[in-house]
């Protein structure tokens, strides 16, 4: 499976960017997927994921409050909505899955897809 992620750009904030994360090979429906950021220096922090039914949501702290997660499917397309953005959230966005009943975790994946910029200017 390939995953390539796109959508990323520079924003002011307050502003919202949805990022979208495409699959070639297999349908994401037979995967956990999960969205990754990553800021120079640092390491990649988990920001969202969706399990494979695309009936449940886990947001890393309160992330939820402002990003969304969704699938799809009939453009085999997992999403990440993000909504009144902040400086904090610039970084590198990439997608990841994960086959069985775990989401997929920095160390813990089955493939990561190319992650696109996210800056958001103050």
């Known amino acids: 499976v390939q995953l390539q992620a796109s959508g990323g750009g520079l924003v002011k904030a307050g502003g919202s960017l949805r990022l979208a994360c495409t699959a070639s090979?297999?349908?994401?429906?037979?995967?956990?997927v999960g969205w990754f950021r990553q800021t120079p220096g640092k390491e990649r922090d988990f920001v969202a994921a969706?399990?494979?039914?695309?009936?449940?949501?886990h947001y890393a702290g309160d992330l939820g409050d402002r990003f969304t997660i969704s699938r799809d499917s009939a453009k085999n397309t997992v999403y990440l909505q993000m909504t009144s953005l902040r400086p904090s959230d610039t970084g590198v966005y990439s997608c990841?899955?994960?086959?069985?009943?775990?989401?997929?975790?920095?160390?813990?994946?089955?493939?990561w897809g190319r992650g696109t910029q996210v800056t958001v200017s103050s």
């Open positions: 990841a899955i994960r086959s069985g009943e775990l989401y997929p975790t920095i160390r813990n994946a089955d493939a």
């Open positions: 090979g297999r349908s994401f429906s037979l995967y956990n």
């Open positions: 969706l399990n494979r039914a695309a009936d449940t949501t």
